[in-house]
């Protein structure tokens, strides 16, 4: 547990998707960041808890994600994607006697908090006189050791035929109009 393998981000917005792949590699599935990144749908703002969530599911995890307290952390199976500092992910792979935490950063790599510390950078909220943070709690099922990645090509491609009919769709009627006017 001590030699938890920290994903470094390549870039600032891709800490939740290196997250997914720490987790991923701890369960012994290894995906690169880029492949992850196509099927997040990750933008240049990085990707939502939402976008992290519905791929782990894609990939055969079973995901929950919760406003929890400290408490809870200690109870649940690690590891865990955090929200921290409101505005970046991490991995929680180790609690030590409630007050040491075990954190696998992309941004910094492997480090230790203290309870308090901890806090500082967790807990986003206080609900009903509880401090509480964000959490996904990911647990594998079957799917996720049979599950095989498709190719590349076909999810870029699958990824814009779905956009562009979406667009489509939604600007038929303009669509309709160029193409009558260019007959013309």
């Keep these: 547990m001590n030699n938890f393998k920290v994903?470094?981000?390549?870039?600032?917005?891709q800490c939740g998707i290196a997250c997914l792949q720490m987790i991923c590699n701890y369960y012994g599935k290894e995906y690169s960041l880029d492949s992850l990144s196509k099927i997040c749908f990750a933008t240049t703002e990085g990707v939502s808890m939402?976008?992290?969530s519905e791929t782990a599911t894609s990939l055969g995890f079973h995901v929950v994600n919760v406003k929890c307290t400290v408490?809870?952390?200690?109870?649940?199976?690690?590891?865990?994607?955090?929200?921290?500092?409101?505005?970046?992910?991490?991995?929680?792979?180790?609690?030590?006697?409630?007050?040491?935490?075990?954190?696998?950063?992309p941004g910094k790599g492997l480090v230790t908090y203290s309870l308090e510390e901890f806090k500082k950078h967790w807990i986003?909220?206080?609900?009903?006189?509880?401090?509480?943070?964000?959490?996904?709690?990911?647990?594998?099922?079957?799917?996720?050791?049979?599950?095989?990645?498709?190719?590349?090509?076909?999810?870029?491609?699958?990824?814009?035929?779905?956009?562009l009919f979406g667009y489509v769709k939604k600007y038929r009627k303009y669509f309709g109009q160029v193409i009558l006017e260019s007959v013309n």
């Design 7 to 13: 994903e470094r981000q390549h870039d600032s917005m």
């Design 50 to 52: 939402l976008g992290i």
């Design 71 to 105: 408490k809870t952390l200690t109870e649940v199976s690690l590891p865990s994607i955090l929200h921290w500092n409101q505005n970046h992910f991490v991995v929680l792979y180790r609690v030590k006697n409630e007050n040491k935490f075990y954190i696998a950063d």
């Design 124 to 163: 986003s909220t206080n609900s009903n006189g509880q401090d509480k943070g964000i959490a996904m709690f990911l647990e594998t099922t079957p799917t996720f050791f049979t599950h095989q990645m498709e190719d590349k090509k076909k999810i870029s491609g699958k990824r814009s035929f779905h956009f």
